[in-house]
């Protein structure tokens, strides 16, 4: 049986310390989820070590729905929730979609729920990824990018890879540079190393007239830009979140 009232308010001052942000909503999560004291204790030391929330208790919610998080799978950030809504809105009743760097599959999750006639399929080059994609219902398969899907037959192109310049990862949390994948935050010398690819392989993949939402931050948008153009896509149409901050960019790959 778990501690009684007030072990909520205990906990969050605890993760408080620990340098969690929302410490309160955290402690309530390990303390509705926990099955008993010993485990809810082991958790929350866990937590103050800095382990993601989502590995500890094994979900995360994302645009309302739990998805399954493995330990050492990057976790969904609710920052991708527009972009998985924007995506969805875009994908015809029984189109076909690609999430690229799919991790856990939370945005194609997202999508087979919101279109239910659709066709999804995931790629990402980490296996762990993959085995926690498919948990959750996803077709999802090992590749890097594009490179084990068809040409041509898609209507829409997801991508969140990694963009955060290689000499910007030392201002990361501590904890997400203690625990989370490189892999799915390293983008390089100016953190377009892989959306470059992910453009050109949209650029395949989609047939004419067909969406690429891409996951970018900072200034990226501009510097995407040209790739886009060159590519064949019309102009990027950015889209950003309630403090001004860029979240993503929207493509149409040209007729």
Known sequence: MLPGPGVVESMASRLAAAGCVAAGDEAAELVARAPDEGVLEAW???????EPLAWITGTVLFC???VGVDPGVYVPRPQTEGLARRAASLLPARGRAADLCTGA????VHLMAAVPGALVAGTDVDESAVRCARRNGV?????????????GGFDLVAAVPPYVPTGEL???????????????????????????????GAARLLRPG??????????????????????????????????????????????
């Open 170 to 200: 030392q201002f990361l949390p501590v904890d997400v540079r203690r625990y989370e994948p490189p892999l799915a935050l390293d983008g390089g010398g100016d953190g377009l190393a892989v959306v470059r690819r992910v453009v050109a």
């Open 105 to 108: 599959g939370a945005v194609a």
């Open 64 to 66: 309302g729905r739990p």
């Open 139 to 151: 077709d999802a398969v090992v590749g890097d990018v594009d490179g084990p899907l068809a040409s």
């Open 210 to 255: 067909g969406w690429l939402l891409l996951e970018v931050g900072g200034s990226q948008d501009r510097l995407v830009e040209p790739w886009l153009a060159s590519s064949g896509f019309g102009p990027g149409l950015a889209w950003r979140d309630d403090e001004g901050d860029l979240r993503g960019v929207a493509a149409r790959l040209d007729a």
């Open 44 to 50: 929350l030391g866990r937590r103050e070590g800095g």
